[in-house]
């Protein structure tokens, strides 16, 4: 057997891990409590990523005038560009709830992973690695300009930022890990950094082993991380055995009145099982968590109070999710999840929460 095929043969199972199996067919429906997911709710496919030459979808957003932003992050160990040798660059995506026209929003995006829109409209994004941008950016929703929030910390540029909270106040929470790219890893932890008003950075949660999803429920009185530890830098070798994994949980971290984070603590644990990737809060402050445990992947409702949570509602998918957000004005109730190249969503029974 040649070493050719065995690398083919562990490229195609890399990128099965990744994404997961499945296509735009959704078998099971969603179960749980009514008031989380009325009765009779339905997954519904919404965009097909093989028909829109997606590879990998993340972020899904609603943007202040009901459309839905969700980034297409096109791995280039696995994609290449037209020409077969070139580096495909990634996307950010728009989709039209009342036409279901999907178009480009903007490419190349700096490979943007989860993004966020803010109190003013404003869309920011967590650019990663792998031949992006590796910054967190703002872009006027009305003017289509984008400007550079942070590119750096003590110097040396961050290892790839994955997804963004806001709170209330304005300041924008990122996360910081590395999952792929050949570009140096040169931060010495892979840590949860917060961007105040003035544009001063501080690197506030440095215990989360490798942080991933982030989310602010309303008050602000917790950051909810994801500690996603697949064990390596290197997506290559994320499906060896030698590879050892770290935590994989949702941890809650105490948040004071100069978004200091402290007091963590484990609140769902899902070890050894693979984890969430990201997760949003809805308007009474329960979690909707984006799992990626391949038994049972989908997104779990989670009601959080006195530092426990208990599930509520369970949405099944037919691939790995990896992100979730709540629409705006008539859709404020329904939950868009991005799941291996594709887009979907379910109404649910609650309302979603966002910076105001």
């Known amino acids: ?78 994609k290449k560009g037209p020409n077969g040798w070139d580096v ?27 993004l966020r829109v803010d109190r003013d409209c404003n869309l920011v994004a967590a650019e990663g690695a792998d031949h992006g941008g590796r910054r967190v950016t703002r872009t006027d929703m009305k003017t289509g300009r984008s400007a550079i929030l942070t590119a750096s910390f003590g110097g040396r540029p961050y290892n790839a930022p994955n997804d963004v909270a806001i709170d209330g106040k304005g300041r924008i929470y990122f996360s910081d890990p590395r999952y792929m790219g050949a570009e140096k890893v040169e931060q010495d932890v892979q840590a949860v950094y917060r961007i105040d008003k003035d544009g001063k950075v501080a690197q506030i949660v440095k215990d989360a082993a490798k942080p991933n999803g982030l989310a602010l429920c309303p008050g602000d009185k917790h950051l909810f991380v994801v500690a996603h530890d697949n064990g390596t830098t290197d997506l290559a070798k ?70 426990k949570a208990e599930e509520k509602a369970y949405i099944p998918l037919p691939a790995l999710p990896t992100n979730v957000g709540f629409g705006r004005g008539k859709n404020a109730s329904y939950l868009y999840i991005t799941a291996g190249n594709g887009l979907y969503g379910v109404r649910t029974g609650k309302k979603g929460h966002h910076p105001q």
């Open 1 to 78: 057997m040649s070493r050719s095929f065995l690398l083919e043969k562990k490229s195609i199972a890399l990128a099965a891990l990744l994404a997961g199996a499945g296509s735009m067919a959704v078998a099971a429906g969603p179960t749980g409590d009514p008031g989380f997911l009325p009765k009779g709710a339905k997954v519904e496919a919404l965009v097909d990523g093989k028909k829109h030459d997606l590879f990998f979808t993340e972020g899904p957003v609603a943007t202040c005038d009901g459309k839905v932003l969700f980034t297409d992050i096109p791995v280039t160990m696995f």
């Open 88 to 114: 495909p660059s990634g996307q950010i995506m728009k989709y039209d709830p009342a036409t279901r026209a999907v178009s480009v929003f903007r490419s190349p995006s700096g490979m943007a992973n989860g």
């Open 238 to 307: 994320a499906g060896d055995p030698a590879t050892v994994k770290g935590p994989m949980a949702i941890l809650q971290y105490d948040l004071d009145e100069q978004g200091n984070a402290s007091n963590r603590r484990v609140l769902v644990d899902y070890a050894p099982a693979d984890g969430p990737d990201s997760m949003t809060c809805d308007a009474e402050g329960n979690l909707w968590v984006a799992v990626r445990d391949a038994k049972r992947p989908g997104v779990y409702a989670y009601r959080v109070n006195n530092g």
